[in-house]
């Protein structure tokens, strides 16, 4: 059974600062997605990483990927108020599946 | 753009009702999943269909039923409402694309309370 563990659960930033969650998940994956949930809205998709050392950008986030390691980061560069949100990683198992991290509430404050 | 809409945004139940979640996906999309958020715990897999007629259990089905009897539609269904299913349910299609799958499409969710 596929295990999916994010870090930190609760972040606070001040603006214009750095900051990576960690997502370390328990078995082989062949691909992650990373998606963002504001308060009292669904979830939309960010980034899906498809390789072993697979690197997306988007703006002041970027996601990467570790197979071999079973990680992905999702790095925040120079926080703005807009990033506030639920942050998920979901490593994809058979049939489309995916698995979910606890997700990551991150508040970004001046 | 796709489309996954849900029934309802909130629905209030009683202990012991029969609920129907409907979720419907405009995407001729193959895969669709039914999940439940609670605080801390992040989405957990109830069921999901690959297909017509189709469905597998996921990770957290005990008390739960589902139907899929047209391609766009997958509905989720609570035989006997209790309070421990009080919960937002979030509804998801996806194409198949190999074993590895592919990106799902959330629909807006519906706050399910059981009182």
């Known amino acids: 059974e596929l295990k999916v563990e994010q870090n930190p659960l609760f972040l606070s930033m001040q603006e214009g600062k750095n900051y990576t969650i960690y997502c370390n998940y328990s078995?082989?994956?062949?691909?992650l997605y990373w998606y963002r949930q504001d308060p009292g809205k669904s979830l939309e998709s960010l980034f899906v990483?498809?390789?072993?050392?697979a690197v997306k950008q988007e703006g002041r986030l970027m996601a990467s990927l570790d197979t071999k390691a079973r990680l992905s980061t999702l790095h925040i560069t120079a926080a703005v108020h807009d990033l506030s949100a639920t942050y998920f990683c979901?490593?994809?198992?058979?049939?489309?599946?995916?698995?979910f991290g606890q997700g990551t509430i991150l508040t970004v404050h001046p | 753009d796709v489309k996954v809409t849900q029934s309802s945004r909130y629905l209030v139940k009683r202990t012991g009702e029969k609920v129907f979640l409907e979720c419907v996906q405009d995407?001729?999309?193959?895969?669709m999943f039914w999940y439940r958020q609670d605080p801390g715990l992040g989405l957990r897999l109830i069921y999901f269909?690959?297909?017509?007629?189709?469905?597998e259990k996921g990770d957290i089905p005990e008390g739960y039923s589902v139907s899929r009897e047209k391609k766009e539609r997958f509905s989720l269904i609570l035989e006997s409402a209790s309070t421990n299913q009080t919960s937002m349910y979030l509804c998801?299609?996806?194409?198949?694309?190999?074993?590895?799958?592919?990106?799902?499409?959330f629909g807006p969710g519906t706050r399910l309370t059981v009182l």
């Open positions: 998801a299609s996806s194409y198949i694309e190999g074993t590895g799958g592919n990106e799902q499409f």
């Open positions: 078995t082989t994956s062949d691909r």
């Open positions: 990483l498809l390789s072993n050392g």
């Open positions: 979901a490593p994809s198992t058979s049939y489309g599946k995916l698995t």
């Open positions: 995407m001729d999309h193959e895969n």
């Open positions: 269909s690959y297909d017509v007629k189709m469905k």
